[in-house]
């Protein structure tokens, strides 16, 4: 009952005018961020955190939530009708959204695939409703030995997944500390690495890092790759075809492939590292295993489309959680929302909730209102985004330049940071190109500070014995739960991997 109240009391705060109105803003975004190829919810959010500076908290952050999840939707169209994935986490839906089209039937995957994000995010926002409590009023019990163990298992769980690449990825992070030791000692007033600068006596401020490496790299990257000299592709004219609409049979035998794909779905996305992709890949490789008729995925099948669409979605709402009750984020994205929350003096994790209701519980309101909004922008307004895929990126890229330099300089009104957002730029181009992970840099820049405070604190507290991470009943969970986690996502990684390379082999 509680938690009925807290929910109407949040509808309350995100159906006021401006709140709606920013909520679609953020809707048409995320859609259009990931309706362009080379670019990911991660780059959109770090291009777009500036943007709302000044803004009321609550309609910032459910506006940037509405871009992370809106560009679940919108990478899905790429996928469909130019076999190119929008972001990551629709690859899978390439195996079978583009055969679909190939044999006639694209407009009945783009509805499916709409109504699958629907279900999946609809299903991710419910079980946060429920679970997001829960999870808050277990994790008041941490102190800082806690916190600082939480920050190691984002880091560690988030290396795994990194897979063959994780020595690039661990040098990836330890950049990130690096950075993240830049300013004042709080503990001895001591400078550290300031180089007598005093712009950076407090610190390398972690969004012109964040929107260097995830906005201005992907654009060099998709440069470098020749995308600027093409920017249309071949799209499969989905207006031509005689039946656009979904049939019945495609409604019926896809019904508990949305059950499946959802519940999935959330469960990786809670675990911090995991991550939609991971989540579709699952899915899809699930989906196949228990289907009568698996000779058909990666030919068409609708069953393909529908699990990794329900699954991807239904993850980005799972990792809400362990970003608004322990504020760890599992990914770049939710660590350029975290930075967001920050950005306004909030500090998501177990007490958040609870000093933070209306805006904690608008934002999960907001979650049911976006994914309804979504699903109406999917399915009508499908042509307008075909015509952004075919703005090319000679036009796109200046753009993305121009509004990462003043989005940066709005924030502080500091050269120092856009000449760091230039050079974190050129750095996350070779981060691509050479294999090395953005992402674990910019979570090592976050969560490095956090983590450095809380061992400072928890040493403190145990006057310098690491025994204290053993003798609390809550530390041992986190380091069991940690270690199943090691032991486990990387078996995950190469189920999903196999299942991947045998879905494309087929459909090849």
Same mark, same amino acid.
């Given at each position: 009952m509680d938690i009925f109240a807290d929910l109407m009391m949040g509808l309350s705060v995100a159906i006021s005018p401006i709140n709606i109105v920013y909520l679609l803003i953020g809707a048409m975004v995320g859609m259009v961020v990931g309706v362009i190829p080379g670019f990911g919810p991660s780059a959109g959010l770090a291009i777009l955190l500036p943007v709302t500076f000044g803004m *009321?908290?609550? @309609?910032?952050?459910?506006?940037l939530a509405a871009i992370y999840y809106g560009a679940m939707y919108g990478g899905t169209i790429t996928s469909i009708l130019l076999s190119t994935p929008g972001e990551s986490a629709t690859v899978a839906s390439t195996f079978d959204g583009f055969p679909l089209a190939k044999n006639g039937r694209a407009g009945a995957a783009l509805v499916m695939q709409a109504a699958a994000s629907f279900v999946g995010g609809t299903v991710g926002v419910i079980l946060i409703t429920v679970l997001a409590p829960l999870f808050s009023q277990v994790s008041r019990s941490f102190g800082p030995p806690e916190y600082f163990l939480l920050a190691m298992m984002g880091m560690l769980t988030l290396l795994v997944m990194i897979g063959s690449n994780w020595k690039l990825g661990v040098i990836s992070a330890l950049?990130?500390?690096? %950075? @993240?030791?830049? =300013?004042? *000692?709080?503990? #001895?007033?001591?400078?550290?690495?300031?180089? @007598?600068?005093?712009? &950076?006596? @407090?610190?390398?401020?972690?969004i012109p890092i964040a929107i260097g490496l995830f906005g201005l790299g992907e654009l060099f990257f998709a440069f470098y790759n020749g995308l600027h000299k093409t920017g249309t592709g071949s799209i499969i004219q989905y207006d031509k075809e005689d039946r656009f609409w979904p049939t019945a049979h495609d409604w019926i035998s896809t019904r508990m492939t949305m059950v499946r794909g959802s519940i999935l779905g959330f469960i990786v996305g809670v675990i911090p590292g995991a991550g939609a992709t991971i989540a579709s890949l699952m899915a899809y490789s699930a989906e196949r295993s228990v289907s009568k008729t698996p000779e058909k995925f990666g030919k068409g099948e609708m069953a393909g489309l529908v699990a990794p669409e329900t699954a991807n979605n239904a993850a980005s709402s799972g990792a809400m959680i362990p970003l608004l009750t322990l504020g760890i984020p599992g990914s770049a994205s939710t660590a350029v929302l975290l930075a967001a929350f920050l950005l306004w003096g %909030?500090? /998501?994790? /177990?007490?958040?909730? #609870?000093?933070?209701?209306?805006?904690?519980?608008?934002l999960i309101a907001s979650m049911y209102l976006g994914n309804?909004?979504?699903?109406?922008? !999917?399915?009508?307004?499908? /042509?307008?985004?075909?015509?952004?895929? +075919?703005?090319?990126y000679?036009? &796109?890229?200046?753009?993305?330049?121009?509004?990462?330099? %003043? =989005?940066?300089? !709005?924030?502080?009104? !500091?050269? $120092?940071?856009?000449?760091?957002?230039?050079?974190?730029?050129?750095?996350?181009?070779?981060?691509? &190109?050479y294999g090395f992970s953005p992402a674990a840099l910019v979570l090592a820049l976050v969560l490095g500070p956090l983590a450095e405070e809380a061992l400072r604190q928890t040493l403190t507290i145990s006057r310098g014995?690491?025994?204290?991470?053993?003798?609390?009943?809550?530390?041992l969970w986190i $380091?069991?739960?940690?270690?199943?986690?090691?032991? &486990?996502?990387?078996?995950? #990684?190469?189920?999903?991997? #196999?299942?991947?390379?045998?879905?494309? +082999?087929? =459909?090849s």
């Open positions: *009321d908290p609550i @309609g910032a952050i459910m506006m950049i990130g500390f690096a %950075l @993240g030791t830049v =300013g004042v *000692d709080l503990e #001895t007033g001591q400078s550290r690495y300031t180089f @007598g600068s005093a712009e &950076l006596i @407090g610190g390398i401020y972690f %909030l500090r /998501p994790g /177990p007490l958040f909730m #609870t000093q933070n209701p209306e805006l904690a519980w608008g309804m909004a979504l699903l109406a922008i !999917s399915i009508f307004a499908i /042509p307008l985004f075909v015509q952004m895929i +075919k703005i090319p000679r036009v &796109l890229g200046p753009c993305v330049v121009v509004v990462c330099a %003043l =989005g940066t300089f !709005s924030v502080h009104a !500091s050269f $120092i940071e856009v000449y760091l957002m230039f050079g974190a730029g050129i750095v996350g181009f070779f981060m691509r &190109l014995s690491f025994s204290i991470f053993i003798e609390r009943s809550p530390s $380091i069991g739960i940690t270690i199943a986690l090691l032991v &486990l996502l990387p078996l995950v #990684t190469r189920f999903s991997n #196999t299942s991947a390379g045998e879905a494309e +082999k087929a =459909g």
